[in-house]
């Protein structure tokens, strides 16, 4: 799958995650054999956000990352969800009104771009992306972006499936699940089986862990690290603004 131009991505992943929203989550689910939620507790826990401090959700969707850092011992004060994809925002606030026991006053949801967040620099402690990064036409400026609107020693934290640097037995299982399974469970589950041909398309074509991490580095993050789940198919990574 190849687009014409920067624009006509945007376009498609806009257009994409609005069609799937409804079953987003409940793909998700079964796709990851239920490991995504530990994969988005481990991406709220590298953040790091001290207690009452300020987290950006970006690329949110339906809000897991913003509800699992609610639920969180030491929920931050303030949690903004933002998402270019307006009918994933509106699932995330549905999802706040049915569950009033949570202390959602802590949770505002905003429209936003990561290329150009509608946000003041120096708002955050951290800004955390799940299954963002790959999707963005200019992975540079959403980092830069995102640095920009953290603290001084806060964290860019980005949990995404990069391209397999090399092609052990297990990344070839992955790619043949991604290519071949993937899709028929989109069409059946989700009703969207281009959707979720994209997905592999989309990891194949993204960086590698040491080549997101470099661009990192090369985009103003200090301290780069990152770790690995699922055989390395799933990666997260961290970095702070010095």
């Known amino acids: ?22 079953r987003y989550d409940l793909m ?32 949110t969707g339906t809000g897991d990352v913003a509800f699992a850092a609610l ?22 606030q549905q999802r706040a009104a ?3 026991s949570l202390q959602t006053w802590r949770l505002h949801w905003a429209a936003g771009d990561t290329l150009s967040l509608p946000f003041a620099s120096d708002t955050f402690d951290a800004t955390a992306s799940a299954f963002l990064m790959r999707n963005v036409t200019d992975v540079a400026q959403a980092l830069r972006e995102q640095l ?5 020693g806060g964290r ?15 990344h070839r299982l992955a790619r043949v699940y991604f290519r071949r399974v993937v899709p028929v469970l989109g069409m059946m589950l989700a ?7 994209y997905l592999p ?15 990192m580095e090369k985009s103003g993050c200090a301290q780069v690290s990152y770790r690995l789940f699922m055989m390395g198919t799933v990666a997260l990574h961290v970095g702070r603004r010095p």
């Open 98 to 100: 049915r569950q009033p």
């Open 201 to 215: 398309v989309s990891a194949e074509s993204f960086l590698t862990p040491d080549e997101l991490a470099s661009i």
């Open 28 to 59: 998700n689910r079964v796709m990851t054999f239920g490991q995504d939620g530990r994969w988005r507790r481990a991406l709220i826990a590298a953040a790091a956000v001290p207690p009452g401090g300020r987290l950006l959700d970006i690329a």
């Open 148 to 152: 920009r609107v953290v603290r001084p």
């Open 71 to 92: 639920r969180g011992a030491n929920a931050p004060g303030l949690i903004v969800g933002a998402d270019f994809t307006l009918p994933m925002l509106r699932l995330a």
């Open 156 to 170: 860019v934290v980005i949990l995404d499936i990069p391209r397999p640097g090399d092609r052990t037995w297990h």
């Open 191 to 197: 009703g969207h089986r281009d959707a979720y041909k």
């Open 1 to 22: 799958m190849t687009f014409e131009s920067g624009a006509a991505k945007r376009r498609y992943v806009q257009d994409m995650f609005g069609r799937i929203a409804g």
